[in-house]
């Protein structure tokens, strides 16, 4: 087993050795327009496995799939697919892409036992939560949704990382934000991982650049720096990073 200072690496340090940061530093002088690293540390309480393939599920609605986004590959789960490949070389990761636009939590619960569990994933990323708010939902009723999933994801022995929502015009409208504070509720008892979306995107130099025009998903700078946190939360997770990646710090 390697030294505790081998394995958590920050993957930014990895990124800007091997190039990579440069696709998203977006504004003339060079400096990236992505939030800084949250304070409160790495989202993901589960170890995967290192040397071995891995495959994570990403679980959600249209901001999964990649709505605003200019194709396929500028969505979230293909851009955390790549540079999780490039920091883990030599290993197999594959980031499912499992959103479906439009869809609320009890529609995404009924896609649990056939579309992720099968998969046997290392994890779960779960965004839900936006389209409640948009349809007038109720926050208690999407709370008994996400219980009941998140039973039969452990059920499963898969490990979860709830997702909240994006800030942008229409969901702060929508009150978004109850729907949020559930996500954290679930997390908090349960030793769930939570990568608040909303706290990270208002750190950014300027938030609403992470959003497109229609003032709901995000656009390609958006996603890309989401990919970018989530990889650095995911990376620390992995029980052994490669010995040439613990190198270039």
């Given at each position: 087993?390697?030294?505790d200072?081998?394995?958590r690496i920050?993957l930014?340090?990895?990124?800007a050795?091997?190039g990579?940061?440069?696709?998203?530093?977006?504004s003339?002088?060079?400096?990236?327009p992505?939030?800084a690293?949250?304070?409160?540390?790495?989202v993901?309480?589960?170890?995967l496995?290192a040397?071995?393939?891995?495959?994570?599920v990403?679980?959600?609605?249209s901001?999964?799939?990649?709505?605003?986004a200019?194709g396929?590959?500028?969505?979230y789960?293909?851009?955390?697919?790549?540079?999780?490949?490039?920091a883990?070389?030599?290993?197999?990761v594959?980031?499912v892409n499992?959103?479906?636009?439009?869809q609320?939590?009890d529609?995404m619960?009924?896609?649990?036992?056939?579309?992720?569990v099968?998969?046997?994933p290392a994890?779960v990323?779960?965004?839900?939560?936006g389209n409640e708010a948009?349809k007038?939902?109720?926050?208690e009723?999407?709370e008994?949704?996400?219980r009941?999933?998140?039973?039969?994801?452990?059920?499963?022995?898969i490990?979860?990382?709830?997702?909240d929502?994006?800030?942008?015009?229409r969901?702060?409208?929508a009150g978004?934000?109850?729907?949020?504070?559930?996500?954290?509720?679930?997390?908090?008892?349960?030793?769930?991982?939570?990568f608040?979306?909303?706290?990270?995107?208002a750190?950014?130099?300027?938030?609403?650049?992470?959003?497109?025009?229609d003032?709901?998903?995000?656009?390609?700078?958006?996603?890309a720096c989401?990919?970018?946190?989530l990889?650095?939360?995911i990376?620390?997770?992995?029980?052994?990073?490669?010995t040439?990646?613990?190198?270039?710090?």
């Open positions: 087993m390697m030294p200072r081998l394995r920050p930014a340090a990895a990124l050795a091997i990579m940061l440069a696709v998203l530093s977006a003339p002088a060079g400096a990236s992505c939030p690293a949250a304070p409160d540390g790495p993901v309480e589960a170890r496995p040397g071995r393939p891995i495959t994570i990403a679980l959600g609605s901001s999964t799939e990649g709505a605003g200019s396929p590959e500028a969505a789960p293909a851009r955390l697919e790549s540079l999780l490949r490039s883990l070389p030599g290993q197999t594959r980031v499992a959103g479906r636009s439009g609320t939590s529609e619960l009924a896609r649990i036992e056939s579309q992720v099968p998969r046997r994890l990323i779960w965004q839900a939560g948009l007038g939902r109720s926050a009723a999407f008994a949704v996400m009941e999933g998140l039973r039969r994801l452990q059920m499963a022995g490990p979860v990382v709830l997702m929502n994006q800030r942008s015009p969901l702060v409208a978004a934000e109850r729907f949020d504070a559930v996500m954290a509720e679930l997390a908090r008892p349960h030793g769930i991982g939570l608040r979306r909303g706290a990270w995107q750190r950014a130099p300027e938030p609403g650049a992470l959003v497109g025009p003032g709901l998903h995000m656009n390609d700078a958006g996603y989401l990919a970018q946190a990889a650095e939360a990376l620390p997770a992995v029980d052994q990073a490669p040439a990646y613990a190198a270039r710090r």
